[in-house]
């Protein structure tokens, strides 16, 4: 397999979409306190709150997240070793401690937030570290003595490739891309992948396709690459059309006839702008049905385009 570039930058890069975040947690970390999450309820960390030593390291991710009446803290540690390293819980915990150090800094007024523990770890060999530093410690004291800190862990290569498929978006996609263990499995994936993010905001869309190019180039041919910037392109220039229309249905002012046939023009327009992307991803060989959901035109509609154009 061509070498794959850095993942913690690059997952940082992902992780930086407050969208992206929310998706992460709400999809994939199976927590009551998290199910009603809004997007607009996290707020990544910037380092006017927190030192520029604990910000900086690429594998930590800090977002604060607002629940009713109390404000939590998450703390993402990206471990993409290719085997498991047993320091995980002690670097964890002290990466914490120094959070509520900065904390302290701040202000001294009331309880300290929580902070809630994430590992993320996308190695290929089984992740066999305990989830509780209090299993790497001896017990020659008691119990109470002794440091007990868990951690909440996410391994890439347990969650099977079914289940991803079923949550779809951004986060899984990767993940999906991720578990190929070679060239030839990415290349019979990627159809799947870009199935997955059809219903992704264009801004996704855009990050995703960033995160392919940076992490996939040489593995993937560049056909590959381009359905999925033919995705993002195609789902911006569908957005700019329905934001038209709904900016032009918002003018009260506008007589009921003559917004009408306005609408009916926009319609029309966008009909043939998705024709039009239809046209050029059938170029690209991508499947009738994945044209279908990305550009709401019918597969007969699309399977008629094809053969007209031949």
């Avoid at 607009?40 to 009446?69: C, H, N, Q, T």
């Avoid at 060999?125 to 299993?135: A, G």
Wanted: hydrophobic letters at 40%.
């Amino acid at each position: 397999m061509a070498e794959r570039k850095s993942y913690d930058s690059a997952y940082k890069y992902l992780f930086s979409s407050r969208h992206v975040f929310h998706q992460f947690l709400t999809r994939f970390v199976d927590e009551e306190f998290l199910r009603d999450l809004a997007v607009d309820d996290v707020e990544m960390v910037d380092k006017s709150f927190v030192s520029d030593e604990l910000l900086d390291r690429e594998s930590d991710i800090i977002y604060k997240v607002d629940l009713p009446g109390r404000e939590v803290y998450v703390y993402v540690l990206l471990e993409f070793q290719s085997t498991p390293d047993k320091t995980i819980p002690v670097r964890m915990l002290l990466y914490i401690l120094q959070l509520y150090d900065q904390l302290f800094r701040s202000s001294t007024k009331g309880l300290l937030p929580a902070v809630f523990p994430v590992l993320l770890y996308n190695g290929s060999r089984p992740w066999t570290v305990p989830t509780n530093l209090s299993e790497l410690i001896a017990s020659e004291i008691p119990a109470r003595y002794i440091p007990s800190f868990e951690y909440y862990a996410i391994i890439e290569h347990d969650i099977p490739a079914e289940r991803l498929e079923r949550i779809k978006g951004l986060v899984a996609a990767i993940m999906y891309l991720e578990q190929q263990e070679d060239d030839h499995g990415l290349r019979q994936t990627i159809d799947t992948a870009i199935a997955m993010i059809a219903e992704e905001r264009p801004e996704q869309l855009r990050q995703f396709s960033h995160w392919i190019n940076r992490m996939f180039r040489g593995s993937l041919e560049d056909s590959e690459i381009e359905k999925v910037s033919q995705l993002t392109e195609v789902k911006t220039m569908l957005a700019e059309v329905v934001d038209k229309i709904e900016k032009r249905g918002e003018d009260r002012g506008m007589q009921q006839g003559m917004q009408q046939g306005m609408q009916q023009g926009m319609q029309q327009g966008m009909q043939q702008k998705a024709r039009e992307a239809a046209r050029k991803m059938l170029a690209e060989e991508l499947d009738i049905a994945l044209i279908a959901r990305i550009t709401g035109l019918s597969e007969q509609e699309i399977t008629s385009l094809r053969q007209n154009t031949d």
